[in-house]
């Protein structure tokens, strides 16, 4: 997602908190997803080995990715699957485009992808004449609604259901007020089934791609993926080119945990294999990097590539659940994508890094134990070495750094601080400072604690 407002992650969370009740929800619900994690997780006596055996088996992966990559590519093509290398965004975007130009083809149905969400794909199709309809029932409803997916799992979480049956008036002519979840999904599937049965092309992401065979797999609760993939005469898959595992004895692994930290759910409703194209009809994969060389080479970050975009450090995290995914102004919202963000654009996303506690509690979910938070506090660091955090900020952190390393300076400030808080308050918690907004001022007290330290030892002497 484009950051067309031009505002911040602490601006556009701002925003998102004039709502207090939609906030409450949104923070409750997602907690209530990261409950059902927990239960799903802990009944598993093997959880913590299943995450220690993906986490090393991505690491393996990074590590070769060159020999997975080019076995993968060698055995999709014996299957009878077209492979195409993109290396950014724009090629990727243009190579769909060719491959649909190419046949006529100007309406496309596409099941849940975030590599297109990162890429813009539907904006680009869309300049070039052609109908990208978004088959997962979440995608649709924030496509219908003019809105990029608020978290990588649940697109429209930030949405209540009232909301989704205005926009379903507006757009697929259900009853004004209708809100019933049950009828608002049938007449979405009345709506998508036309679809369906009328798209030439269909384009999917990949979960995971098997090297050992060719071979991909897609996991979706609707089936969304299947149903386009196969009345299609032409299935485009598009891969970030982190998403392979080595065998296909692996996916025993990852199958187990993705589910599982995504939404408790013990395996996902449809996990369907992809090997090769049904007899007149064709497959092909888009290999992506966009960026994703520059962070297997930055050694702090490139832990960040065994991503299986659970959402669970989403659904954990205190910041994302307060401020909303619309917040982080890229395509992968909350902990990770402020991970991501930044190496694809330092200067756009230097805020992200800072949207975060560090508080941990993204890493302890992580089912392929990436060392999120520590990743961020990294990133912070880089990017006030680049010059990227606000001069403003840069100049108060230092002038605390040159307070902090000198005695004499900080007990003056102390002395300074407790006068100003004690008879002019209003200099520090004004409208200016957004410290206070949400904040009481706190009682000064009457001496610093070393004050009171030497006095008691003194009285004790
Ligand atoms: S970083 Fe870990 S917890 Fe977050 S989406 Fe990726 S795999 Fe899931």
Avoid at 60 to 80: D, I
Avoid at 89 to 111: C, F, P, T, W, Y
Avoid at 120 to 144: A, F, P
Wanted: hydrophobic content about 35%; proline content about 5%.
């Amino acid at each position: 997602m484009s950051n067309v407002t031009g505002k911040s992650h602490p601006e556009l969370a701002a925003d998102f908190n004039k709502d207090e009740p939609r906030v409450d929800w949104h923070d409750e619900t997602l907690w209530w997803v990261r409950a059902k994690r927990d239960i799903a997780a802990h009944k598993l006596p093997e959880w913590e080995l299943l995450r220690e055996t993906a986490s090393q088996i991505k690491h393996n992966v990074l590590s070769n990715l060159y020999t997975y990559l080019q076995q993968f590519e060698a055995n999709a093509q014996k299957n009878g699957v077209v492979v195409h290398w993109a290396a950014d965004a724009a090629e990727h975007n243009q190579i769909v485009h060719k491959l649909l130009s190419d046949k006529g083809i100007n309406r496309m149905v596409k099941s849940k992808s975030m590599l297109t969400e990162e890429c813009h794909l539907n904006e680009y199709l869309k300049e070039h004449g052609i109908d990208v309809i978004d088959s997962d029932l979440g995608e649709r409803i924030v496509q219908l609604a003019g809105e990029p997916p608020s978290h990588i799992v649940l697109p429209c979480i930030h949405k209540k259901k009232e909301e989704i049956g205005d926009i379903f008036h507006e757009h697929l002519g259900s009853a004004k007020g209708e809100s019933d979840p049950k009828i608002l999904t049938e007449t979405a599937r009345q709506h998508l089934r036309e679809v369906f049965l009328t798209r030439r092309a269909a384009l999917t992401g990949v979960n995971f791609a098997v090297a050992e065979t060719g071979e991909f797999v897609i996991c979706t609760n609707e089936g969304n993926a299947d149903m386009g993939a196969h009345l299609a005469e032409i299935h485009i898959a598009s891969m970030g080119f982190e998403k392979i595992i080595p065998e296909r004895k692996h996916l025993g692994v990852f199958l187990r945990l993705l589910t599982r930290s995504a939404t408790g759910q013990p395996i996902t409703t449809y996990s369907s294999h992809f090997k090769k194209p049904q007899e007149g009809r064709e497959i092909h994969i888009v290999i992506v990097d966009n960026g994703r060389s520059i962070q297997l080479g930055r050694e702090d970050f490139r832990n960040s590539l065994k991503c299986i975009r659970c959402g669970a450090c989403m659904n954990t995290c205190p910041v994302y659940r307060k401020s909303g995914g619309h917040s982080y102004h890229t395509a992968i919202a909350g902990p990770i994508g402020s991970i991501l963000a930044p190496n694809l654009d330092m200067k756009k996303y230097a805020d992200l890094p800072f949207a975060s506690t560090l508080c941990g509690s993204c890493s302890n979910v992580c089912p392929v134990k990436i060392n999120i938070h520590e990743q961020l506090y990294a990133w912070r660091q880089v990017i006030v070495k680049e010059g990227y955090s606000p001069a403003s900020k840069t100049a108060a952190m230092k002038a605390m750094a040159f307070t902090l390393s000198s005695p004499v300076l900080y007990r003056s400030a102390g002395k300074m601080g407790r006068v100003v808080f004690k008879y002019a308050p209003f200099a520090v918690n004004n409208k200016l400072n957004p410290w206070y907004k949400h904040r009481e001022m706190p009682k000064a007290p009457e001496q610093s604690f070393g004050e009171w330290y030497s006095k008691r030892k003194e009285g004790q002497n």
